[in-house]
Structures are given as C-alpha cells and as structure tokens.
C-alpha cells in the first residue's frame, strides 16, 4: 500500500510540475508577443510619418522632384513599404525567425534611407532638404524603437531560454514550442 501511495504522490507532482512548467511557457511566449505590440506601434509609427511627408493626391514623389530629390523620394517610399509589409507579416505570427529577420532588415532599409538624407544635407550648399525639427522627431522615433527592439529581444531571449532548460524542453517538444529570433541591433539615428 505504501508502494501505491508513493507512485500517486510521485504523479501527482509530476503533473503539477508539468502544468507549472507548461503554464510558465505559455506566460513566456505571451510576454515576447506583448513585448512585439509595443515594437509593432514604434514601427507603424515610422511608417505614417513617411505618410504624412508624401502628398495625399497620390502622385508618386518623383514625379513632383528632380534628381535625388526623386531619388530619395522614391526611396523613402519604397522603404516605408517593405516595412509596412513585414510588419503586417510579423505581425500574425511574431515569434517567427524569418518574419522577424525580414522586419529588421526592412527597419534597417528606411533607417539608411533617412541617415542617407541627413548626410547628404550636411554637404548641401543650398540648405537641408529636411527641416531640424523633422531630424530631430525621427532621432525621437529611432529611439523609441530600439527600446521597444531591445525589450522584445529580452522578451524572446527569456522564453527561448525556458524552452531550451531540461526538464521543459521535453514538455516544449511535445507542445510545440519553437524558438524565436529577436532584433539583434537596430539603428538608432543620431541628429
């Protein structure tokens, strides 16, 4: 009887620890996901200003400069595109390696574009073709989205570590749990 008790208890903790461990996987991965909402509204962030700078009629920006002014036109919009694009495609699943491989090189696309701008002013004879105070509130924005970057990396390194640990690596492997990617490093701009 004693022999019968002991296997009941030792189950029963088993299963406790299991619903513990299965509990603090799923509490994990909710965190990296609610750590990517705040990335996510940084990033839609950057994509409406770039809205806000090209006309409404639709006319595309080259049409309306010459030269690099078209060029950089042109190129803010495109990088402010595959941006919106990647964010609609992390957004449904953001603990997906590849989608959030494709977010950050989209991020680092309209980052180089606006620091190509801002060095390319510093040698224009004829003054800056963006106002400081434009400069000024994309070093804000850039900022703000690194934080958000750094705390989602954090997020996503706390759950990969949990599912990684034994025993819970065997409970990840039958529940499905899979590693994710963060956001190693995303430029931050300086003004």
């Known amino acids: ?14 299963l406790f620890w299991a619903v513990g461990a299965y509990n603090r996987l799923v509490r994990l991965r909710g965190d990296a996901g609610a750590s990517f909402a705040a990335l996510d509204a940084e990033l839609t962030r950057q994509v409406q200003l770039v809205r806000q700078l090209l006309p409404d009629d639709g006319e595309h920006p080259a049409s309306l400069f010459d030269g690099t002014e078209a060029s950089f036109w042109g190129g803010l919009q495109g990088a402010a595109a595959q941006l919106e694009a990647a964010l609609l495609s992390a957004r449904h699943k953001p603990l997906q390696p590849e989608r959030i491989a ?28 963006l ?61």
């Open 1 to 14: 009887m004693s022999n019968s008790i002991l296997s009941w208890v030792a189950a029963a903790m088993l």
């Open 102 to 129: 494709a977010l950050a090189a989209a991020q680092s696309v309209l980052a180089m574009t606006w620091e190509r701008a801002e060095r390319e002013d510093a040698h224009d004879l004829a003054g800056p073709r």
């Open 131 to 191: 106002p400081e105070s434009l400069t000024l509130r994309r070093a804000h924005m850039a900022t703000q989205c690194a934080a958000a970057a750094a705390h989602f990396t954090q997020s996503v390194d706390a759950y990969n570590q949990a599912i990684r640990q034994f025993p819970a690596v065997l409970l990840a492997w039958v529940f499905g749990f899979r590693p994710a990617r963060g956001i190693e490093a995303m430029p931050v701009a300086t003004a």
